[in-house]
């Protein structure tokens, strides 16, 4: 069946460096990849999406990069800040559903001061 | 502030009891989803509701799991009988699908059957 490949499962880098996070996917259909922030004890947060027809989204510190045909996507966070230690949830679309999606497994990223 | 809430936060119980848990949507959202979330297998989607209608219930276990909307402003899970098994964090999302395909989370029920 499909499914979302992420890595690394733990991410641990120094505060100002950059993070980077990947996902493969199997789907060939799917057109639709969001990352999702969960902090301690809360519900995952929407941070970025990216749609099939776009190669590359930026939003402040944050990107996300597409590669169709490779089937892979991932996530830049740049100038990293101890808020943005969390754990990162990728995922894909099943097909073109709008609604069902296949997910990672998550990256426990670990900014250190 | 507008977002979703569930209830309760945290659920102690024996096997064999049942367990409700609660969400209400953010107001004007249409649609509904319930995930599970585990260790082992992460988020699963258990349901997915569009204007109070069930369009999708294939990864609930149908024997022991139900869910319903009795009305927009109220979303229910139901396990009965509970089993150890069922242990997970539970989240409930809303969203607007027409307008974006964003998931808005609650902060989950944790549930531990002993």
């Known amino acids: 069946g499909e499914n979302v490949e992420q890595h690394p499962s733990t991410l641990s880098v120094q505060e100002g460096d950059s993070a980077v996070i990947k996902c493969t996917y199997s789907d060939s259909a799917s057109n639709y990849f969001p990352w999702y922030k969960q902090e301690l004890g809360k519900g995952p947060q929407l941070i970025i999406d990216?749609?099939?027809n776009v190669g590359e989204k930026k939003d402040q510190r944050i990107a996300v990069t597409l590669n169709k045909t490779a089937k892979h996507f991932s996530l830049h966070i740049t100038e990293t800040q101890p808020e943005d230690s969390a754990v990162y949830f990728c995922a894909a679309s099943k097909g073109d559903s709008n609604y069902q999606l296949i997910w990672g497994a998550g990256t426990k990223l670990i900014i250190k001061p | 502030d507008a977002r979703v809430t569930q209830t309760p936060r945290h659920k102690v119980t024996e096997m064999g009891q049942e367990v409700t848990m609660r969400c209400q949507p953010i107001l004007g959202h249409n649609t509904v989803f319930w995930y599970r979330q585990t260790m082992m297998q992460g988020l699963e989607l258990l349901a997915y509701f569009r204007n109070r209608a069930p369009l999708d219930d294939s990864g609930m276990p149908k024997d022991r799991f139900s869910a319903e909307m009795p009305d927009a402003t109220l979303a229910t899970l139901k396990i009965q009988p509970s089993e150890p098994r069922d242990s997970a964090v539970y989240f409930c999302a809303s969203g607007l699908p027409v307008s974006s395909t964003e998931a808005f989370f609650g902060q989950g029920t944790r549930l531990t059957v002993v």
């Open positions: 990216i749609r099939s």
